[in-house]
């Protein structure tokens, strides 16, 4: 996760961005939900991953999901650092923002 991080932010802004943006959101949030431990989490996680793609490819760009993205590396900091509290403060922030986000932006006139 951390080494395709690396190659998105190198590449970002080119043709074909958003999409690789959308599978590597998918990917990071998949496997961490995998990893939680929880059957019913996971399965939640994944199921409101499904409406979150389509509003990745639909109402986003480029400049906006650089910011999801030094996210993801604080989250992935955290855990190699086996810091619990730091993960979830910083998942949950994540989750937050990001949920207040695609509400204004699908929010009818």
Known sequence: LRATAGRLDRVWGRAGWLERWADYDEAFHGALARACGSRRLCHEVLRY??????LNK???AADV???P???HVAILDAL???DP???RAAMEAH???WQAFFVNRTRPA
């Open 49 to 54: 991953r499904t409406l979150h793609r389509g």
């Open 58 to 60: 639909t109402h986003t």
């Open 65 to 67: 999901v650089r910011q």
């Open 69 to 71: 993205l030094a996210e």
């Open 80 to 82: 190699d650092r086996r």
């Open 85 to 87: 509290a730091a993960a």
């Open 95 to 97: 989750v937050r923002e």
